[in-house]
């Protein structure tokens, strides 16, 4: 298995750009998660879905960001416009149900000069 | 709205030495824990979960936790440590309550250096 996967893993942008994060789960999960991670904050979930549905989206930051899953096999987290204060590493997760251990892409590190 | 406690931003051992790393959790209901290991510039993976069936849990590489119901405590440790072992360790709590019990509360991590 590939496990959970994330493009692109480096991402450096100015102000004002739109940035898209794309995450592939882990094949037969049906519960996927984006989260954030900075020094200030940690560890932070972004948005869950479940079999494509967007079922928590409290923690998105603001209406700047949104994210889509069209399908069990992809996932988008879309910043517009960027700011500097976005500059994070940003994780995708899958698990096979919502209860059980969550898989964790290896990240893509934002900058936003 | 409930928490996770790591003490210890930055623990440094020397190889071969005991590894403790502390996470204290804040929920009222029986809670489901977790300790993550992140390794540089790679995601987080599953040391070992704790899900009320025994107190003690061993996990992978080496690494075990014991639930303190008493202490509210799910500390992580490791009878010998190796240089591999250089990691950000995460303690997380599930939430068990309501409709929510998707989401993972994340400790703010601790950071082992284990020296030669």
């Known amino acids: 298995d590939a496990g959970v996967i994330q493009s692109p893993r480096h991402e450096v942008t100015e102000m004002g750009q739109e940035v898209t994060l794309r995450c592939k789960p882990i094949?037969?999960?049906?519960?996927l998660f984006w989260y954030r991670q900075t020094m200030m904050r940690g560890l932070e979930l972004l948005i869950y879905?479940?079999?494509?549905?967007?079922?928590?989206d409290s923690g998105m930051p603001e209406d700047r960001f949104s994210a889509k899953m069209p399908n069990a096999s992809f996932s988008t987290l879309k910043i517009q416009p960027s700011e500097p204060r976005d500059s994070a590493v940003y994780f995708c997760?899958?698990?096979?149900?919502?209860?059980?251990?969550?898989?964790f892409g290896p990240g893509t590190r934002l900058t936003v000069l | 709205a409930q928490s996770v406690t790591q003490l210890g931003s930055h623990v440094s051992v020397s190889e071969g030495a005991l590894v403790l790393l502390r996470c204290n959790y804040s929920?009222?209901?029986?809670?489901?824990l977790f300790w993550y290991v992140q390794y540089p510039n790679q995601g987080l993976q599953l040391l070992l979960k704790y899900t009320s069936a025994a107190t003690l849990v061993k996990g992978i590489n080496g690494f075990e936790a014991e639930f303190k119901k008493s202490e509210t405590s799910f500390h992580l440790t490791k009878p010998s440590a190796h240089m591999s072992d250089a990691a950000e360790y995460f303690c997380?709590?599930?939430?068990?309550?309501?409709?929510?019990?998707?989401?993972?509360?994340f400790g703010k991590g601790t950071l082992l250096t284990v020296n030669p």
């Open positions: 879905f479940n079999n494509n549905v967007p079922i928590d």
């Open positions: 929920s009222s209901v029986p809670p489901y």
């Open positions: 997760a899958s698990s096979t149900t919502r209860y059980n251990e969550q898989f």
């Open positions: 997380a709590d599930r939430d068990t309550s309501g409709g929510s019990n998707y989401k993972l509360t």
């Open positions: 094949s037969g999960h049906n519960s």
